[in-house]
């Protein structure tokens, strides 16, 4: 079999890459640039080229140390011994991934630009640019921590078995034409076993500490605009300071918000409309429901009834029960069994039946 794997330079795609060629598959190695030299990526280049005392703490997915990580990444394809090929994805990953984080962020919600870069770049754009480029395969592969299972008619998408290291919750946008055609070698492994294997294999990466965050500079360099004064109030609406924009702020953050209180302040709620900063106590971050909406059903199509499953509203929760129940929008109100501390309008809200993924959708309200 023909297999294109993503490749991005760490231990996981790299074994992926190495596990299939030795299963006996024809393995093809292939990675997305996204750091281009338009708009916004130009604009931060252009501030670190002027600072370059600063350039190490960009390191991450998205970073103007692109060309290094694909030379890194080629390297590796190249012990292996399999062809590598560069597909730029630039234009794609700014105008679907980043100008969705900017306008988010502005609006006072918070985005997982991942979620939106699997569905509709890595697992989307890039294998799409191979097959416009002449390059034939059958299936495409990544390090993912997650399983895929045909059922029937339709393909199934598992929670990896690493409890820790799943990552399906990243997943859960994928349709079924996508899981149709991709493997997921590493679903059954653990992060260790991988890196034995992968020091097994001689892969020097073995020991190579993973990518925590998409982007690891400021974010005010990815949004590009000028501050904004406005209050910082109670839930009663009493001011109590103030900031220079909403888009500083997260659901839930505590550090940071230079209030004096009797006891620590958490965020809120972001109000664009108003340019407020509502802060409060612990337990006024509890919720026990929210709406979803831009559903992504996996196993049927849509949500017929009331169904009782588990969710998650973060990748690294552990899955808690709720009940989801179709509104006649289109959109579904989840309620849980306990009480969540800080549902971020914005993230991605993941069901859950045992191990199979459901589907999802971002939280609304």
């Not at 501030?47 to 990444?73: F, G, L, M, N, V």
């Not at 989307?124 to 993912?144: M, Q, S, V, W, Y």
């Not at 849509?302 to 179709?326: F, G, M, W």
């Amino acid at each position: 079999m023909k297999i294109l794997v993503g490749m991005s330079g760490g231990v996981d795609s790299s074994v992926t890459a190495m596990m299939l060629k030795e299963q006996g598959h024809e393995v093809i190695g292939a990675t997305m640039a996204i750091w281009g030299n338009t708009g916004v990526h130009k604009r931060i280049q252009e501030k670190i080229d002027a600072h370059p005392d600063k350039k190490a703490t960009h390191h991450a997915c998205y970073s103007p140390d692109e060309k290094d990580r694909i030379e890194e990444t080629r390297k590796i394809a190249e012990s292996i011994g399999i062809p590598f090929y560069v597909f730029d994805c630039a234009e794609q990953y700014e105008k679907i991934v980043l100008d969705n984080f900017k306008k988010e962020y502005i609006e006072g919600r918070t985005p997982n630009p991942c979620i939106w870069c699997n569905s509709l770049i890595k697992f989307d754009a890039l294998p799409n640019l191979a097959k416009a480029n002449g390059i034939d395969f059958d299936k495409f592969a990544t390090g993912h921590y997650a399983r895929i299972e045909q059922q029937g008619e339709r393909f199934i998408l598992k929670r990896g078995v690493n409890e820790n290291k799943d990552q399906s919750y990243f997943l859960y946008r994928l349709k079924q034409e996508q899981l149709s055609k991709i493997m997921l070698p590493l679903g059954t492994y653990t992060k260790d076993e991988i890196r034995t294997l992968a020091e097994n294999y001689g892969l020097k990466v073995f020991d190579k500490p993973d990518s925590q965050d998409f982007y690891n500079g400021d974010y005010n360099e990815l949004l590009e605009v000028q501050p904004k004064k406005g209050n910082i109030v109670d839930k009663n609406g009493k001011i109590l300071g103030s900031h220079d924009g909403i888009w500083n702020y997260t659901i839930g953050q505590r550090k940071g918000i230079g209030i004096s209180a009797p006891e620590p302040l958490y965020v809120l709620e972001l109000r664009k409309d108003t340019n407020e900063v509502v802060v409060g106590y612990k337990d006024d971050t509890m919720k026990d429901s929210l709406v979803a909406t831009k559903l992504n059903w996996i196993p049927f199509d849509y949500l017929k009834e009331p169904t009782t499953c588990l969710a998650k509203i973060r990748s690294t929760q552990k899955p808690t029960e709720v009940t989801i129940t179709p509104l006649e929008n289109g959109n579904v109100l989840v309620k849980f069994e306990d009480l969540q501390k800080s549902i971020a309008i914005g993230q991605s809200v993941v069901f859950y039946d045992g191990d199979v993924v459901l589907g999802g959708g971002i939280i609304h309200a």
